[in-house]
């Protein structure tokens, strides 16, 4: 068969209907994924670390649309690529059906990883829960005296401080833990604190299930990330997942003979009675 048959021949080929839909549904998989992500990192960055409730299906939805046709376009790009290879004399379109499936494939495992049930997203909006109730408590310490809520009921006051600025259902979802899924709070208060204390003292520390709960270490638990770490509020209001095996270099309270407040105000304190000190010293001189 001449050149000139075979360019003929080829020319003929019509290209496989899957082997152009596979990739244009990765494509649209990929772009509504990175929508969507940064439509939360938006979010994130503008301090508004949770989804009003009015676009949460909208953000749930379009997760698993975009999942959805990522896995289309693999699934598409694979018969798509057996379908030219069994018919190569009539279709073609096998490279434009591999790369909808590598690019599917790739992007599926992100979307895995990113996924709202993932380990790494529960960690992540742990992290941002715990940063929300930080600006919650400086908050309610501006109005209150510079003083953060009582460690007895320091749920029930944010809650009751913040009832009429912020939806119910947005606060509540803010001290819960993704990762765990019993309890109404996942973390407890440091009480050996306030606003104006060093700022690397833990505040906030994830725990079990409970409410109002304040205290130590022996508060503190791994479970909610399956034993990898926790995160942890410091009272200068960032956030930081910490190993089990960085547990003893945590702060949880200032001893006194190190605060230098205290140093100063004995300081004071001794001057008045070294001067009646040295009067009486000059009476008995006279």
């Known amino acids: 068969m001449s050149e000139k048959e075979n360019n003929t021949q080829s020319s003929r080929l019509r290209i496989s209907r899957l082997a152009i839909v596979s990739p244009l549904l990765s494509i649209l998989g990929i772009c509504l994924l990175v929508l969507i992500l940064y439509w939360e990192g938006a979010y994130s960055l503008l301090a508004l670390s949770l989804i009003p409730f009015y676009l949460t299906p909208f953000y749930v939805y379009g997760y698993l649309a975009s999942g959805l046709m990522i896995a289309a376009g693999i699934i598409g790009g694979i018969i798509g690529v057996k379908k030219v290879r069994s018919k190569a004399r009539i279709l073609k379109g096998g490279r434009l059906a591999i790369s909808g499936a590598v690019m599917g494939a790739v992007f599926l495992v992100f979307w895995v990883l990113h996924s709202p049930g993932s380990i790494f997203t529960a960690q992540t909006k742990c992290a941002a829960n715990l940063q929300m109730l930080g600006k919650w408590m400086l908050l309610y310490a501006g109005d209150y005296a510079e003083e953060y809520p009582t460690t007895e009921k320091w749920c029930d006051l944010l809650v009751e401080y913040m009832d009429t600025a912020v939806d119910m259902r947005a606060i509540e979802k803010c001290f819960k833990c993704p990762a765990n899924k019993k309890g109404r709070c996942h973390y407890a208060m440091n009480p050996n604190l306030s ?10 520390f994830e725990t079990k299930g409970g409410w109002n ?38 702060k949880w309270k200032v001893k006194q003979n190190s605060s230098k407040p205290q140093e100063s105000n004995s300081a004071n304190y001794r001057r008045p009675a070294t001067d009646e000190a040295r009067r009486e010293n000059e009476r008995d001189k006279e």
Do not use: A, M, W, Y
């Open 195 to 204: 606003p104006r204390s060093h700022p690397r003292l833990v505040l906030l």
């Open 213 to 250: 709960q304040f205290g130590g270490p022996e508060l503190l638990t791994f479970e909610n990330h399956g034993g990898r770490g926790c995160n942890i509020l410091f009272n200068d209001q960032h956030v930081e997942f910490v190993k089990p095996e960085q547990i003893n270099q945590l």
